[in-house]
């Protein structure tokens, strides 16, 4: 009896091993997490700063997803015996393909993860992706007045709107490692990702020159999923 029951124990163990990189077999997940921020700015000395995120993610299928992204945080840069810091709001709606889209058996991703070594369940959950969204900017800003100068010669400007809402264009790489396998498949998931912030205007540090600016965000989160997928 003993034996029987180790049997079905070690069976269970292995299974759920087999399994654990699975993605979720739920459709809504939700997330949070944190990191650093670095901008692309006039005033190009980078300064790496706090932030972080909330997020709820829909599964069109075990390898396609849309969801929804907030984020706060802060850029800052000098330069020029300049400086400014910006902290911003920013929130978008993306979307995301991962490369197990593209590899076998994608209609029943399970039945996939037991014949699959770990570096190809690992693989498939790798995912790109793009979104549109908007950033509110909080920027305070000292300027020497030499630069000052400088920015109006070259027909650049300093921006009136301090505060300014603008379009922005979210570029997105990462993994999902989901774990905490139940009856449902995993119900957890570690996120690993890189934001490419691509913005419409060039105000994210209150100085308006020739190129817009850009900010990118590295981050690690945790996500849990929600309702059972039918």
Known sequence: ???????????????????????????????????????????????????????????????????????????????????FENRYFAGNVNGKVRIGQFMGHTNNYSYYTLQANTFSRILSNVYVGAGAGLVKNRIERRLDATYA????????????????????????VGVDIPFGRTLYGPQWGININYQHTLTTNDNLDGIKNKNNDQYGFVSLGVKYALFNRK
């Not at 100068?149 to 997105?172: M, R, S, T, Y």
């Open 149 to 172: 100068e400088g920015i109006a010669k070259q027909a650049g400007e300093l921006a009136d709107d301090l505060g300014e809402i603008h379009f922005v264009v979210p570029l997105n």
């Open 1 to 83: 009896m003993r034996k029987k029951l180790l049997c079905t124990c070690m069976g269970i163990l292995c299974f759920s091993i087999g399994t654990v990189l699975a993605q979720f077999s739920r459709p809504v997940s939700i997330g949070a997490g944190a990191g650093v921020t670095y901008n692309l700015t006039d005033l190009a000395n980078v300064k790496t700063k706090f932030a972080f995120y909330g997020e709820a993610d829909y599964l069109i299928s075990s390898f396609i997803s849309v969801g929804l992204h907030g984020e706060k945080g802060t850029l800052s840069g000098n330069g020029y015996n300049s400086e």
